[in-house]
Nanobody, 124 residues
């Protein structure tokens, strides 16, 4: 089993930045592609970003493209989401996930492991 734990969430003003980190344990995160999803109150969970094995391919939701950056450090067993130019509509619980689809994917059903989530709140 791969256990995932997110950190780095919090409260930030619009236009600010946050850096979310996802630490894997139990198995090597390097054996999986990674992804970030988010869920706002009253809404369904939605795709944010994904990164392939070894980080050669990334993909983003249109709503965050150009503002968010996903990366991975296989030596540290982590996947990171750098979030810049934050907007109030980015407010949500952010979840880290791992998938056996080596290219990464925006389909949540393809992810095998999930973290507990971390709250991000952006004030206007």
């Amino acid at each position: 089993q791969l256990a995932l734990v997110e950190s780095g969430g919090g409260l930030v003003q619009a236009g600010g930045s946050l850096r979310l980190s996802c630490a894997g344990s139990g198995r090597k995160f390097s054996a999986y592609a990674g992804g970030w999803f988010r869920q706002a109150p009253g809404k369904e969970r939605e795709f944010v970003a994904t990164i392939s094995l070894r980080g050669g391919r990334t993909d983003y939701a249109d709503s965050v493209k150009g503002r968010f950056t996903i990366s991975r450090d296989d030596a540290e067993n982590t996947v990171t989401l750098q979030m810049d130019s934050l907007k109030p509509e980015d407010t949500a619980v952010y979840y880290c996930a791992a998938t056996g689809n080596g290219r990464g994917t925006y389909y949540s059903y393809e992810y095998d492991y999930w973290g507990q989530g971390t709250q991000v709140t952006v004030s206007s």
